[in-house]
């Protein structure tokens, strides 16, 4: 009929409408900007300007169709809201124009729908006319009081496409809202209203059905008192639930119950949205039966959820959904609690199962604030006359308890491959907490290890809950911090689509941003809450905390991509690296030496440290003699390499049969190499030398070390040995004699780095000390050479602060 607005008009108007909800001066303008373009009252006589602002909102409300429309009610509200005390009312006046214009485009699009050519494009504006009328009588109900009667006939549309369907919902749900507000409605015009929603609830599928009943619970509960009708519908569904249930005890595989699944399956659920809108225990439908119906109910959909057939399964559970918003203590039964509890725990039950226990849960919390919304608007409106904030609080009780009894489940149902069933288990978090039904801080591991889901949308939703949280208890995400570092590790498990490749702790995008960076920033501005939290994690390295090597490497890969801010920051962590470095590099080289073999030639004592220094032949050494030579030996790198071998044979042959001790070293000494690799990582990411880690100390006031980070671009954390051990699955692999040498030359660089891990002073020519070239040369072995920027110990031309550097730098030896 008229020319459709410019698309980019209305991708603008999407886009700038969706900040709504953004910061206050955004949404000051947002607001703004759509009062003028939309809510200022248009001139009678200008039929044009009045048809470009349909056209334009309603191709907005098409274009949001999929996202929802929790704008549109937003900016609504907000508009209104505004005005509420003003005497004039430009918005409300607007929103009268719009309406009564709406109404008029419909009938338009209606009779220009026998034209074929245009049918597709009419069809389709229909239904984003009735769609953004229907979103009008969410926020002001009274606007569309005087259209009702127009609205009823679009309930006989004969369905054939998608858009016949939407039509018919969204007249439903006007409506439901509308036919409350009006005075005197005729018999008539409620009879049809009645019964043409009768006939599509018996003729179409469960999205027309729920709104169906939704509206005739409106209708008849509010104004027509028609029970009897209802009362009837109710029977023939339930009385075919009950033939049915009787059918299949007698023969449960006849294939009378094969033949009747529609039957069975649309029974299931009609029942179940029938509870939801009407409470049949009530005299006025079952008269004077002592016959408790709810519980009937519950026991035939109960039947059900065992059923063999995993579609009569999930509609029975709809239906029980259903029946708990009407009756929420029936969630109390042992049978539900073992069925709600036992389909959300057990890792073999059905996706399709789970997210429909969580849809539930997620329903009756809607539902709930729904009525808590309209028990404080009726509070406000009687304050002086009645408590309704006591039924509020009663009603809340109610919530609070049900939701303690599945928290755990739920909260369990995050580390689940599907992220369907993630995102469920968040919004049913996100409710409960917005609710305020349970103590925040049970949560928040959980929420901490959901900030790191690959989808962003519901990385940004455990954010923001964290955000919410932290706002009101300050110190709770400090608090549980570490289990919810440990937690995210469990999730990125449970995500892993391939097991034989190890859980990484960064993004695999171009920004390599930490997956726990959110957790980070929060912590980050309180001092002692970071340190505390960074020593907690360098801790786990400790080869007494047993932590399994992955989850070493998941949290070294968040170490090394934290959005540091100031040098203090990594300057701390290589400080705390160092001193775990010297612990549990001693106890790593004791307990692998306690595993060595007596020497065939001496077997009055262990294997020492010494012995290993030279071959097995010669005879014991003390450590400063056994030291002297091998200071000697390094100037000349083929005498070097000769006696490395030398050592290498010398422990070979004192290594026990069982390989066990081997394994395990090689195991625990992933800790320490994933420990040297992020000081070395840190190191040239941020430009620091030797001196100046040295240097560095804790106690020093805050400023000494608050200025900013200049970070090097293309450092990347790639841990190759410790991947590599992980990829091999050495800890269950056969040990071959190759990867025994490789294991005894680790052990050796490692005893090499821990007699010389503290630097000497530099020496007064310039030269650095033999005792550091030891060092260097150790870790570099120890790291595996490779690419410098990445594994070798060196350090970057340049510091962060542009300090002069002192000695100590394995850079210098190069040079």
């Known amino acids: 009929i008229e020319q459709p607005t410019f698309p980019k008009i209305t991708e603008m108007c999407v886009k700038m409408i969706r900040r709504v909800n953004d910061e206050e001066g955004i949404k000051k303008l947002v607001n703004e900007t759509f009062q003028k373009l939309w809510f200022t009252p248009t001139p009678h006589h200008d039929k044009e300007a009045m048809t470009r602002k349909i056209l334009n909102i309603t191709d907005v409300v098409a274009a949001c169709r999929d996202t929802g429309y929790d704008w549109f009610e937003q900016l609504l509200q ?81 369905c054939s496409t998608q858009n016949d369907f939407m039509v018919i919902c969204n007249v439903a749900k006007i409506l439901e809202l509308v036919v409350p507000l009006m005075e005197h409605p005729s018999e008539t015009f409620l009879a049809t209203i009645e019964e043409d929603l009768m006939k599509l609830i018996i003729k179409y599928g469960m999205t027309v059905v729920q709104h169906c009943v939704s509206c005739l619970g409106a209708v008849v509960n509010k104004v027509t008192q028609n029970y009897k009708f209802v009362w009837a519908c109710f029977n023939r569904y339930y009385g075919a639930l009950s033939k049915l249930k009787s059918q299949h005890q007698e023969d449960p595989n006849s294939t009378i119950l094969t033949a009747n699944k529609p039957a069975l399956l649309r029974s299931l659920f009609t029942v179940g949205a029938l509870s939801r809108h009407f409470d049949f225990d009530q005299e006025d439908f079952k008269g004077n039966s002592k016959v408790n119906i709810k519980d009937k109910v519950l026991e035939l959909l109960m039947y059900f959820t065992k059923h063999s057939d995993e579609e009569v399964q999930t509609k029975a559970i709809i239906g029980l959904g259903f029946a708990f918003i009407q009756h929420p203590s029936l969630m109390f039964e042992q049978e539900v609690k073992t069925l709600y509890n036992s389909i959300l725990s057990d890792k073999n039950c059905s996706v399709n199962l789970k997210i429909q226990v969580l849809k539930n849960l997620q329903t009756y919390l809607q539902e709930e604030d729904t009525r808590m919304q309209q028990a404080d608007r009726d509070w406000k409106k009687v304050a002086k006359q009645e408590d309704l904030k006591e039924m509020g609080d009663i009603s809340s009780g109610m919530s609070s308890s049900i939701m303690q009894l599945y928290l755990k489940q739920v909260l369990e149902a995050f580390f689940h491959t599907q992220s369907s069933v993630r995102h469920f288990a968040l919004n049913v978090i996100a409710l409960t907490l917005n609710q305020g039904l349970i103590h ?71 920004s390599s941003s930490a997956l726990c960076s959110h957790l980070y920033s929060m912590i980050r501005g309180n001092r002692q809450h970071r340190r505390a939290f960074l020593i907690s994690l360098l801790n786990l390295f400790d080869d007494t905390a047993k932590t399994e090597v992955n989850m070493l490497l998941y949290i070294a890969d968040n170490l090394a991509c934290f959005p540091y801010q100031t040098q203090e920051e990594p300057l701390f962590i290589m400080h705390h690296i160092d001193i775990t470095l010297s612990v549990s590099g001693s106890n790593l080289l004791q307990s692998f030496k306690e595993s060595m073999v007596k020497d065939k030639k001496k077997d009055k004592k262990p294997l020492s440290d010494e012995d290993t220094e030279s071959d097995s032949n010669s005879g014991s050494e003390s450590e400063e003699e056994a030291s002297k030579p091998r200071r000697v030996r390094k100037r000349a790198d083929s005498e070097s390499d000769s006696d490395e071998e030398n050592d290498i044979n010398a422990v070979m042959k004192c290594l026990p049969e069982n390989s066990a001790p081997l394994i395990e070293f090689a195991n625990v000494s992933q800790g320490i190499l994933l420990l ?17 880690i040295q240097k560095y100390s804790p106690s020093e006031s805050a400023k000494v070390y608050d200025k900013a980070i200049n970070r090097k671009t293309g450092v990347h954390f790639h841990p190759k040995q410790t991947l590599d051990f992980l990829r091999s699955d050495m800890a269950n692999s056969k040990i071959t004699e190759e990867v025994k040498r490789s294991i005894v030359k680790q052990y050796l660089d490692f005893k090499l780095l821990m007699e010389h891990l503290d630097p000497d002073e530099e020496e007064e020519d310039g030269e650095v000390s033999a005792s550091t070239n030891a060092r260097n040369k150790a870790i570099t072995s120890l790291l595996g050479g490779g690419s410098p920027k990445n594994n070798a110990a060196e350090t970057e031309d340049d510091e962060s602060d542009g300090e002069d550097r002192g000695g100590g730098t394995s850079g210098v030896r190069r040079r």
């Not at 901490?448 to 955000?467: C, F, H, Y």
């Open 440 to 510: 925040p801080v049970q949560c928040v591991p959980y929420l901490i290890a959901m900030g790191t889901d690959p989808e962003p949308s519901m990385r940004n939703k455990a954010d923001q809950q964290l955000v919410e949280i932290d706002k009101k208890y300050a110190g709770f995400i400090h608090m549980k911090a570490v289990a919810g570092m440990k937690m995210s590790y469990q999730v990125q498990q449970a995500i892993n689509t391939c097991p034989k490749d190890p859980v990484r702790g960064f993004r695999h995008d171009e």
């Open 78 to 158: 907000n508009l209104l809201k505004s005005e509420e005390d003003a005497s004039y009312k430009p918005v409300k006046k607007a929103c009268t124009q719009l309406v009564d214009n709406l109404v008029e485009h419909i009938l338009k699009y209606e009779e220009s729908l026998s034209d074929s050519d245009n049918k597709g494009v009419n069809s389709g504006r229909l239904v984003a006319c009735i769609t953004t009328l229907f979103l009008f009588s969410k926020i002001r109900p009274q606007l569309m009081v005087k259209h009702a009667m127009t609205m009823q006939p679009y309930l006989t549309t004969k």
């Open 676 to 692: 040297l690799m992020l000081k070395q990582h840190l190191k040239n990411l941020c430009g620091f030398s030797d001196s100046k």
